[in-house]
């Protein structure tokens, strides 16, 4: 199976900083790449799909790039209710597996 | 606005099974996307189980495969999880989605119950 593992496990930030998470696939995925990010005590939410398409909705602020195996997730400029933890997600084989996760703290 | 509301027990025994029946309003599961399990142990990352299409055919995660069984109910709109011969290590909360692709890509999400594997 491929495996997927994010980078870093978590991270602090200050307000308006840009923040950019990793997700590497151990095997080649093409774009079939998710992010999601999951508030404290909420359900996960859908942010890009495709590697670099923003779901409806989604701010601007987010952004995705990537192909192959190795992937993006980026906020350009950090707000307070962008603290959450971060996951990847690829989708072009099953199983659908997620990375570990990127906790993401305000300074 | 699609939604999906789980229900089933929040505490089960070791060695039996969990059953969770999500239950899909205003869009029907016949109208295409596939149906998935997601689930989440406490203080833990996400763990996908597997999906189903409204015309029966399954994916299931190798990981769970030998112990799980997902089903769709299309007069109900509805899809149902089973997990057998379960052990505390499957304490989690489990989400009921609607997945764009057979493996991911999950659009809806349900509140996800928290289901307990104790004695």
């Known amino acids: 199976d491929t495996q997927m593992s994010q980078s870093p496990t978590s991270l602090s930030a200050s307000v308006g900083d840009r923040v950019t998470i990793t997700c590497r696939a151990t095997?080649?995925?093409?774009?079939?790449l998710a992010w999601y990010q999951q508030r404290p005590g909420r359900v996960p939410k859908l942010l890009i799909y495709?590697?670099?398409t923003l779901q409806s909705g989604v701010p601007s602020r987010f952004s995705g790039s990537g192909s192959g195996t190795y992937f993006t997730l980026t906020i350009s400029s950090l707000q307070p209710e962008d603290v959450a933890t971060y996951y990847c997600?690829?989708?072009?084989?099953?199983?659908?597996?997620f990375g570990q996760g990127t906790r993401l703290e305000i300074k | 606005q699609v939604q999906l509301q789980e229900s089933g027990p929040g505490l089960v025994k070791p060695s039996e099974t969990l059953s969770l029946t999500c239950l899909v309003s205003?869009?029907?599961?016949?109208?295409?996307?596939?149906w998935g399990w997601i689930r989440q142990p406490p203080g833990k990352g996400l763990e996908w189980i597997g999906s189903?299409?409204?015309?029966?055919?399954?994916y299931y995660n190798p990981s769970l495969k030998r112990r799980v069984t997902i089903s769709v109910d299309t007069s109900k709109n509805q899809i149902s999880l089973n997990l057998s011969s379960v052990t505390a290590a499957d304490t989690a909360v489990y989400y009921c989605?609607?997945?764009?692709?057979?493996?991911?890509?999950?659009?809806?999400w349900g509140q996800g119950p928290l289901v307990t594997v104790s004695s």
């Open positions: 189903i299409y409204h015309s029966g055919i399954t």
């Open positions: 989605a609607r997945q764009r692709y057979s493996s991911g890509c999950i659009d809806y």
């Open positions: 495709g590697a670099s």
């Open positions: 997600q690829k989708y072009n084989s099953v199983p659908g597996s």
């Open positions: 095997q080649d995925i093409t774009h079939y």
């Open positions: 205003d869009f029907s599961i016949t109208s295409g996307f596939h």
